[in-house]
């Protein structure tokens, strides 16, 4: 527990907003708006579009989400893969078969 008395969930950074937003995102989501992997389907989507070229700020409005939830998508999904970055999460999406290769359309 840290000093706060809260549990920390064996995250570095226990008092991260962050963390915390992702961890409420988790609990609040329902099982069945999750894929597999455990994504839900607004993280699968924002991955996809990052993996089509697009700006996040193009991204997010093409879904119709605030900039800020956008990228808490981002940073769940890329929590929920165990990946370091954006691209890491992608290319476990692919691997993984949660985003299929022909679902993305290279821009040019």
Same mark, same amino acid.
């Given at each position: 527990m840290?000093?706060t /008395?809260?549990? =920390?969930?064996?995250?570095?950074h226990?008092?991260s907003?962050?963390?915390? #937003?992702v961890m +409420?995102?988790l609990?609040?989501t329902?099982c069945?708006?999750r894929?597999?992997? /455990? &994504?839900?389907e607004?993280e699968v989507?924002? &991955?996809? &579009?990052?993996?089509e070229g #697009?700006?996040p700020?193009?991204a997010?409005?093409? #879904?119709? !989400?605030p900039? /800020?939830?956008?990228e808490l998508a981002?940073s769940?999904a890329?929590? *929920? !893969? /165990?990946?370091? +970055?954006v691209?890491?999460a992608?290319?476990?999406a &692919?691997l993984?078969?949660?985003?299929? *290769?022909?679902?993305?359309? =290279?821009?040019?």
């Open positions: 840290s000093r /008395g809260r549990v =920390a969930y064996g995250c570095q226990p008092s907003r962050r963390f915390e #937003l +409420n995102t609990r609040t329902p069945s708006a894929t597999s992997s /455990g &994504l839900t607004t989507s924002c &991955l996809r &579009l990052i993996a #697009l700006q700020q193009e997010a409005r093409i #879904l119709d !989400l900039q /800020g939830r956008f981002l769940s890329q929590a *929920k !893969l /165990g990946a370091r +970055n691209m890491q992608i290319s476990s &692919l993984t078969g949660t985003i299929a *290769k022909d679902e993305i359309s =290279a821009s040019e």
